[in-house]
């Protein structure tokens, strides 16, 4: 019997903890039975819609939170005022940055988004009450660091139709990880403004580059927001990977 499927046969695992991504593949997965309990207790369920702020750059930081569904946006805002999407965070990912007065960067929810949010107090004693915690937390913060630098390839040597192309591999790959390992269907989380903005791009070549991996069946396009990918190897030569 797996580890998800003995969590859910064990009544000292909170009912919420039980199937939540974040306990099997998040951070949460750290804590034992008494330590999900106690934080549990201090956490809180929230859904927020799509374009709702969840944290403000040099915003002080009162609360982290794991991302049980959907995509959040991060941003770089520069001092006259235009603005840079620096990242994309899915479920289960941990939202905030232990030990900072301030995020340091603005996070808005790109699709409608749940979370289980706890006080920055309870997750940081837990921290030092629990090694293994921090040690997720730096394996996350290290994989962030890994996926940053693969995005400044993509942003500075790959072509555009690449580029668009690393930016489908991403969401099909991680905005439902459990899904088809060999294909992917999906709603795109960001409008094509949007995507243009995180791959230095146009909106003109964003769409012409689409259209071309629909005309050469590497993905299929419905209702203008929903991609279908029937071969992800395939869209991973496209994109280079």
Known sequence: M??????????????LCRACEARHRGVCGALTSSQLLSLNKQSTRKHIEAGSELI????ET???????????????????????????QF?????????????????DAATDVNVCSFPKAAIERMI?????LEHR??????KELDEARDWMLTLGRKTACEKVASFLYLIATHINP?????????ELPLTRSDIADFLGLTIETVSRQLTKLRKEQ????????HVEVPDLDKLAEFASQ
Do not use: C, W
């Not at 937390?137 to 290290?142: A, G, I, N, R, V």
């Open 2 to 15: 797996d580890a998800h499927r003995k969590d859910i046969h064990n009544s000292d695992i909170p009912v």
């Open 56 to 59: 403000g750059e040099s915003q």
């Open 62 to 88: 009162s609360s982290y939170a794991n991302i049980i569904t959907g995509v959040v946006k991060l941003t770089k805002m520069m001092s006259d005022g235009r603005q840079q999407i620096v990242g994309l």
């Open 91 to 107: 479920a289960p990912d941990f939202l905030g940055r232990p030990f900072r007065i301030d995020s340091g960067i603005s996070a």
């Open 128 to 132: 030092k009450e629990a090694p293994e």
């Open 137 to 142: 937390l730096l394996e996350q913060t290290l």
């Open 178 to 186: 459990e899904a088809d390992p060999d294909s992917a269907s999906f």
């Open 218 to 225: 590497v993905i299929v396009i419905r209702n203008n927001r």
